[in-house]
């Protein structure tokens, strides 16, 4: 059976397949929600702006007792909070009356954190020595509490600069603002992205979820394809047929390939409309790993398709399969934030090079020499699953 | 025209310890229709699907027309069509999208598929369904497009597992009548069932199988004439009751009957020897009794008594 006839009768296959999902009209409703909500809930749970927090409710104690009858450190600290505050929105400041009743407002949820003036603050810092603020968090929400340390570590930070400049001055008149800041604070830092702008949350998930959908349609969709047609009889009428069984798988794959394509790229329209996520690289070079993720992902589904009996085996063996993969390929989470030997398993995963490729091209605008690397694992892998896959699909369809 | 031919060749079939069939030789020729009779679980189903490719034998040799359908499964099928377990179209497709998607897998050429397709849904009656979804159908009438769709690429062998199973009275006639029709046209089509008035109705010839075992292959009269050891029965109808004395008469009357019995007011049967010229001469015998005859008919009980036996022989 030459080329030509095997295209042919997979083209036959795959049209038969997209008009019957065309038919199902819940189907192809469901086929279009199912990107629709995974956007829509991943995107507005994690704010398109990049990671500012606003109005974080935050309580503040001042024990300071002065010195003398002055309070004034812990006075011009105070108003120089809430100027920062007024400018920038970050916190909703309120007042407690002690540290214990600080870590009762945390506890009943009403702060996020709060700032304790200790009672020795004025004393200190008009004799010279540092005066230490401190900061309650709550530990029950790690990453909030991270955000407010690292949020009133800055303010402080900023405030104590001030005051050094300040104390600059004081000692030397000559030394004007510019150069007490050069004495205080030596060394600015400033930081450059490799591309215009501020890619935001929404940026790194994007081009993950796509590269899941796509895995997803062809590791759950062709087993489950053909499952469906093995329990409703209608597999056994192609198969006594003179058609190849390649035929029939690549069929089935260019059905689901397209299915897959179709949800890619309604995440990729909602993510640039909806989200105003920013394509940095090519267009056609997206579409193409696209591509390249089915092929990796084929030989998969087609060993799923092998060994389930039924639909149900089917989505079993799939959602074993597709889970870890899913939180271990770096779709959600960095992949650098896991412990070292989950990073070890993720350098496994097809998908970790799939995530990663349309990454660096949707947000960082690499081009093909950039994700040689992820180009070659795919196409190794897939050529791989598939050269044992195929022979496994021969030798089980015939029983 | 090529030889038209199934045959099995040593075949057998194990499930583990499990024997489905069991070194099965059968060689059927020619344009005729076969039936494949068995009870359930003797390994009809099992034997067929040996014979298109969906199981691996796991010894012997299945081989249509001389091409061994395990090695050259497409030149083995390639002028197959066949119908096996329960098939299904298609639902959200009409008979002529699901047709077309079939005869181009079955390499009708592009030309011809219209009126092919076209052919194939007349002769099973579904004409004016042809643009109608399949999901809307009955059982009955998915069997008949089924039988459409293998006999589509005007196949010159037809495989038929069980054609009118789960269908109702009205089906079943139906898709006999389909039958009957195919075996017009030069085919040799082979066809299981447990049905055995079906096999006598359709068929011209019958191998049973049991237990995974062939225990018999012929036309259904030399079948039935085994067991019977020679002898043949007739039913006989007539207009008006019997009169008294006429069994004794006829008995007196034929050369070979071995008895003459009533069966109810109107009928009776005649059981004798010596095939169909005996059978022809004592038609021919009662017409010019003037007894008013209107049912001369061989005894549909004849290939059951013969499977019965057959089958209680081999358990």
Redesign the interface.
Same mark, same amino acid.
């Not at chain 2, 298109?52 to 691996?56: A, K, N, S, V």
């Not at chain 2, 096996?84 to 298609?90: A, L, R």
């Not at chain 2, 181009?104 to 390499?107: D, K, P, Q």
């Given at each position: 059976m030459g080329a030509k006839t095997l295209l042919s009768h997979s083209l036959r296959i795959a049209w038969k397949d997209l008009t019957e999902l065309w038919r199902n009209r819940l189907g192809l409703v469901l086929l279009v929600l199912m990107p629709l909500f995974m956007m829509v809930m991943v995107g507005f749970i994690y704010p398109s702006n990049s990671g500012s927090p606003s109005n974080l409710p935050v309580a503040l104690v001042n024990e300071d007792a002065g010195f003398g009858n002055s309070t004034i450190a812990s006075q011009t600290f105070i108003m120089g909070l809430q100027q920062i505050n007024s400018r920038t929105s970050m916190m909703a400041l309120s007042n407690a009356s002690s540290v214990s009743d600080i870590k009762d407002l945390v506890q009943k949820g009403d702060i996020e954190g709060g700032i304790v003036i200790p009672s020795n603050f004025t004393e200190s810092i008009l004799n010279g020595e540092q005066g230490t603020l401190t900061i309650v968090t709550d530990q029950s929400n790690p990453q909030v509490s991270a955000t407010i340390q690292a949020v009133l570590s800055a303010v402080f930070d900023q405030m104590g600069t001030m005051l050094a400049q300040q104390n600059v001055q004081r000692l030397n008149p000559a030394v004007n603002a510019s150069n007490s800041l050069a004495i205080v604070k030596p060394y600015n830092v400033q930081t450059e992205g490799v591309v215009p702008g501020t890619p935001s949350y929404f940026d790194f998930i994007a081009p993950g979820i796509m590269a899941m959908t796509v895995m997803m349609s062809v590791m759950t969709g062709l087993p489950v394809a053909i499952s469906q047609e093995k329990e409703v009889g209608t597999l056994d009428g192609m198969m006594v047929a003179p058609i190849n069984r390649l035929s029939i798988i690549l069929g089935k794959t260019l059905g689901q390939t397209a299915r897959g394509l179709l949800q890619g790229t309604i995440i990729l329209v909602m993510a640039t409309v909806l989200f105003h996520v920013t394509i940095q690289g090519s267009i056609l070079l997206v579409f193409a790993l696209l591509l390249l993720g089915v092929f990796s992902f084929v030989g998969l589904g087609i060993v799923i398709t092998s060994f389930a009996k039924d639909q149900e085996t089917a989505q079993m063996m799939m959602m074993t399969l597709m889970f870890p993969m899913m939180f271990l390929s770096g779709v959600f989470f960095p992949i650098q934030q896991m412990p070292w030997y989950m990073q070890d398993i993720s350098r496994v995963l097809p998908l970790t090079y799939a995530s990663q490729a349309l990454r660096k091209v949707m947000v960082l605008g690499a081009g093909i020499p950039d994700i040689t690397t992820e180009l070659t694992v795919m196409i190794v892998f897939g050529a791989i699953m598939t050269a044992i896959a195929l022979p496994v699909f021969r030798r089980m369809m015939t029983r | 025209m090529t030889n038209l031919s199934i045959e099995a060749v040593n075949l057998s079939k194990h499930y583990g310890s499990f024997v489905a069939v069991s070194n099965l030789n059968l060689t059927i020729e020619g344009s005729k229709c076969v039936g494949f009779l068995g009870p359930n679980g003797a390994g009809k189903t099992t034997t067929l699907k040996m014979f298109?490719?969906?199981?691996?034998p796991s010894s012997g040799e299945a081989l249509i027309n001389g091409v061994n359908v395990?090695t050259e499964?497409?030149?083995a099928?390639?002028s197959?069509g066949?119908l096996? %377990?329960?098939?299904?179209?298609?639902p =959200?497709?009409t008979p002529r999208?699901?047709l077309m998607?079939?005869a %181009?897998?079955?390499?009708v050429p592009n030309a011809e598929r219209s009126q092919r397709i076209e052919e194939a849904v007349s002769e099973v009656r579904m004409e004016e369904w042809i643009d109608k979804?399949v999901g809307k159908f009955s059982k009955g009438m998915k069997q008949r497009i089924?039988i459409a =769709?293998a006999i589509l690429s005007d196949p010159t062998v037809v495989l038929l597992d069980e054609p009118t199973l789960g269908l109702d009275p009205r089906g079943m006639s139906e898709v006999r009548e389909i039958i009957k029709s195919l075996k017009n046209k030069k085919r040799l089509i082979f066809m299981s069932s447990h049905i055995l008035s079906e096999i006598s109705d359709v068929c011209d010839e019958v191998a049973m199988i049991d237990h995974g075992k062939l225990i018999a292959y012929d036309t259904i009269a030399n079948v039935a004439a085994k067991v019977t050891g020679g002898e043949n029965v007739v039913e006989v109808e007539l207009r008006h009751p019997i009169e008294p004395g006429l069994m004794d008469k006829i008995n007196a009357a034929f050369q070979g009957i071995e008895s003459a019995e009533k069966k109810g007011e109107r009928s009776f049967r005649i059981t004798f020897n010596g095939g169909v010229d005996a059978q022809e001469r004592i038609l021919a015998g009662i017409v010019q009794m003037n007894v008013g005859i209107i049912s001369y008919k061989p005894a549909s009980s004849e290939l059951e008594d013969a499977y019965l036996k057959l089958i209680k022989d081999t358990r």
């Open positions: - | 298109t490719d969906l199981i691996r395990h499964k497409k030149k099928l390639a197959v066949a096996i %377990e329960t098939p299904e179209i298609y =959200s497709l999208e699901a998607m079939i %181009e897998i079955r390499g979804r089924c =769709s």
